[in-house]
C-alpha cells in the first residue's frame, strides 16, 4: 500500500486502532520501522486519536516513553531513535509493560533488537517521490487477528489510504 498524505497515515492509524479493539487484549507490540520524515508518529498519533488520545501527539525522542490511558489500555508511546545500543532499554523498565491490556508502539525498534519482545505487528515506512510505501507484516497470533481486523476495517470503509 502508498500512503500519499499525513492524513492518509493518520487514516491507516487509525483503523489500526480500531481494529485493535476485536483483536484482544493481550500484552500487544507494534514495532514501526522507517526513516525521519517517513510517517511513524503520524502514524502512532492516528492510532492514539482512534483510541481516544486527544491533543497533538509527538515523538518522545527525548523522553522515550510517553505513556496514555485510553480505551482501558496502557499505551506507550516509544521512541529509540536516540539509542546507541540496546542494553541502554535496561534502565527504562519497560519489563513493567509487558502485561495484558498494554499496548506498545515502538518507534526505531531495530534499536533494541534482542531487548525488546519480538512485535506483534511490524510495519515499514519509507520514502519516496509517490508517496509512503507501508509494508504490515504479523507475527504473532494476535497480531495476525488484528492485522485482518484492520485490513477488513479499512476495505469495509472503503476510505483508507490508497
Known amino acids: 500500500m502508498n500512503v500519499a498524505t499525513a492524513d492518509d497515515m493518520r487514516a491507516l492509524g487509525r483503523a489500526l486502532g480500531n481494529a485493535l479493539r476485536t483483536a484482544g487484549g493481550g500484552a500487544l507490540v507494534i514495532g514501526i520501522e522507517g526513516e525521519l520524515g517517513a510517517g511513524k508518529t503520524t502514524l502512532v498519533a492516528g492510532v492514539l486519536a482512534s483510541l481516544g488520545v486527544a491533543g497533538a501527539i509527538r515523538s518522545p525522542t527525548y523522553t522515550l516513553i510517553e505513556p496514555y490511558d485510553a480505551a482501558g489500555l496502557q499505551l506507550y508511546?516509544?521512541?529509540?531513535?536516540?539509542?546507541?545500543?540496546?542494553?541502554?532499554?535496561?534502565?527504562l523498565g519497560l519489563r513493567d509493560f509487558a502485561l495484558p491490556w498494554h499496548l506498545w508502539l515502538i518507534e526505531w525498534p531495530e534499536r533494541g533488537t534482542n531487548v525488546l519482545p519480538a512485535p506483534d505487528l511490524r510495519i515499514a515506512l519509507r520514502v519516496t517521490a509517490e508517496g509512503h510505501p507501508v509494508e504490515a507484516s504479523a507475527h504473532s497470533p494476535l497480531g495476525c487477528a488484528w492485522l485482518a481486523a484492520a485490513v477488513a476495517a479499512d476495505l469495509h470503509d472503503g476510505a483508507g489510504p490508497g
Do not use: V
Not at 77 to 91: C, F, K, Q, V
Open 77 to 91: 508511546h516509544i521512541d529509540l531513535y536516540r539509542l546507541s545500543e540496546p542494553r541502554e532499554l535496561g534502565a
